[in-house]
């Protein structure tokens, strides 16, 4: 999603042990087969704290080479990053590439083969063998790879977005893609979240819709499904996978356009509800393109992150603009954008391992824990300057009312002459 202007997109997750609405800081290196939990508006794993750093890779699963995979997770790991997110999701009507649920007219039936669930799974044990999280959404806003136009249309034989949300047969289609997918990981702690969705609105690719969709119909919708998957896998965390949309509609930004979709500051309103709610709460997708530094833009999202104690972030694995001269959204849609610390190139995204690299790279140039010792530095001597100026407005202050008492004294004495 590009925002005008800075060319940056993000998107933010609440994540909690109950969906009820409800930066690398520490890096955690330790392999553990715990679950990730929540303790107020931190992570914990093994009862420390467990930072969310990491990235966003959608094609993961559709990766061909299995030593691809291994590479580009083994430089996430290098890179000293613990999180990934991924699309556990790909609905097709005929077979191509890696897919998990395949329609033949009203009927979708879960691949669970090789190129099905069975890929996935190979997904699972990279990420365990490298000690990374995933957090897995599972389904789409958009018609990329199927999505929530798929299940209407094949259901329902019609093209309102919303009918997801609403309509009992398409939910009873979820709740069994769910079942099956989310079942099949229910004891498997290197997933550490599900995501209802990619970035759930009221409108998607065609943006027809029964008229009919608020807020209020994704957030009902957010809290049965959030309710049903932690009947399932009590142990994993869940998150609706939303943009984070302040409900403004009065706003001209697209930050602010709530109508969109999730009423976000009906649940948080970011760093400030983070707190109100003691939920955590993660900036998940966040990106910069040219002529923009990347180091330097992302080196002050960073610390602004950090100082304002956001839970974690994800960067964006993909270029919603290009350095070159554009020709389709299609082609742009498949590129995957290497961020180094000098420039951004376009790469093919089965070269899973070049753009790790890349971010590797950029976050060893400035390691997390650096930036919280800066930090924490400043706010040291932020809290000295703070306490040297009360010293010395008390010292001030004593030396007024010294002076008033003696003004009192001279006036005493004048008046009894």
């Known amino acids: 999603m590009v925002l005008p202007k800075i060319n940056y997109v993000f998107t933010v997750a609440t994540l909690a042990t109950t969906l009820g609405f409800a930066t690398a800081v520490t890096i955690e290196s330790r392999q553990s087969t715990s679950f990730v939990k929540t303790s107020g508006q931190q992570f914990t794993l093994d009862g420390r704290k467990f930072t969310v750093a990491g990235s966003n890779a959608y094609w993961i699963p559709q990766l061909a080479n299995d030593n691809d995979m291994t590479i580009a997770f083994k430089d996430l790991q290098k890179a000293g990053l613990t999180t990934l997110r991924t699309w556990g999701f790909n609905e097709v009507t005929s077979p191509s590439g890696t897919y998990y649920q395949i329609w033949n007219g009203k009927t979708a039936k879960i691949n669970t083969g090789a190129d099905g669930l069975g890929r996935f799974d190979t997904v699972v044990a990279q990420a365990k063998a490298a000690n990374i999280r995933l957090i897995v959404a599972l389904t789409n806003n958009w018609n990329e790879y199927g999505g929530m136009d798929v299940y209407v249309k094949q259901l329902l034989g019609k093209e309102e977005h919303d009918l997801f949300y609403t309509d009992d047969t398409v939910k009873a289609a979820y709740r069994n893609y769910i079942r099956e997918f989310v079942g099949r990981y229910k004891n498997e702690p290197t997933i550490m979240a599900w995501e209802l969705a990619n970035e759930p609105r009221c409108k998607g690719k065609t943006e027809v819709t029964t008229g009919t969709c608020t807020t209020k119909t994704i957030t009902n919708w957010a809290t049965e499904m959030s309710a049903y ?3 399932i896998a009590p142990n994993h965390l869940v998150a609706v996978g939303d943009e984070g949309f302040f409900n403004r509609p009065k706003a001209s930004t697209y930050l602010d356009r709530g109508d969109m979709g999730i009423d976000f500051a009906d649940n948080l309103n970011h760093v400030q509800c983070q707190q109100e709610t003691n939920k955590p709460v993660i900036l998940e997708e966040f990106g910069v393109t040219s002529p923009y530094n990347p180091l330097s833009t992302y080196t002050l999202w960073w610390e602004t992150m950090i100082f304002s104690h956001l839970t974690g972030y994800l960067i964006c694995s993909r270029a919603v603009a290009s350095t070159k001269a554009q020709t389709s959204a299609k082609e742009r849609d498949r590129r995957v954008v290497q961020l180094t610390t000098k ?6 995204p089965n070269s899973g391992a070049q753009f790790y690299r890349g971010v590797g790279k950029m976050f060893m140039q400035e390691p997390r824990s650096t930036i919280e010792n800066s930090l924490r530095n400043q706010e ?17 202050e004593k030396q007024l009312s010294d002076s008033q008492a003696q003004m009192r004294d001279i006036f005493h004495a004048a008046e009894n002459r």
């Open 229 to 231: 998957i932690k009947s």
């Open 343 to 348: 420039e951004i190139l376009e790469i093919p």
């Open 380 to 396: 040291k001597e932020l809290t000295n300057d703070i306490n040297n100026l009360a010293k010395k407005i008390k010292y001030h």
